[in-house]
């Protein structure tokens, strides 16, 4: 697929969009679309019955990237930006910065979350080359913290759109 397709996803996958995924079928509840100096990226959170994971789209060299996040808060006894701690795991920092984002959706479901605002991002790689990523939805928010599982974008089935 070209980018171009590939990066009109980020805004079919809305509120109430059916995907399948991990031989599951998931409905996105909420979300988020992010842009920095570089790059436009979005993030849904996707609920299967009682189970919830976080789907992130990214630009990749070949097209649109897809990765599937476990994400939970972390309080500042277990996490350090400043230090790269993750409770006594040390951390490499591979990037760090600041998005504006918008969201939709059920907002209520993360701590921070508004329609509009800014996110602040730390990515990592563990010594064993694991993805590591915080973010942060607002300066009083907890730190997000989550592990990058890739996924090949054909794991990835959109079974219905929500009408605009």
């Not at 994971?53 to 990214?58: S, T």
Request: proline share 4%.
């Amino acid at each position: 697929m070209a980018v171009t397709v590939d990066m009109a996803l980020l805004h079919q996958l809305s509120p109430g969009t059916a995907v399948r995924l991990h031989r599951t079928r998931w409905t996105v509840l909420t979300r988020l679309l992010a842009h920095d100096d570089v790059d436009e990226w979005g993030e849904y959170l996707l609920r299967s019955g009682r189970a919830g994971i976080w789907l992130a789209l990214e630009p990749g060299s070949d097209g649109l990237r897809a990765s599937s996040w476990i994400r939970r808060p972390v309080t500042t006894d277990e996490y350090d930006p400043g230090l790269g701690r993750l409770r006594d795991t040390m951390l490499t920092e591979t990037g760090r910065g600041r998005a504006t984002y918008w969201a939709d959706g059920d907002l209520r479901i993360v701590a921070g979350l508004t329609a509009r605002g800014h996110l602040h991002y730390v990515e990592y790689r563990t010594s064993a080359g694991v993805h590591v990523a915080a973010e942060r939805l607002a300066l009083d928010a907890p730190w997000l913290i989550g592990v990058d599982c890739a996924l090949a974008m054909t794991d990835l089935r959109l079974l219905s759109e929500v009408a605009p």
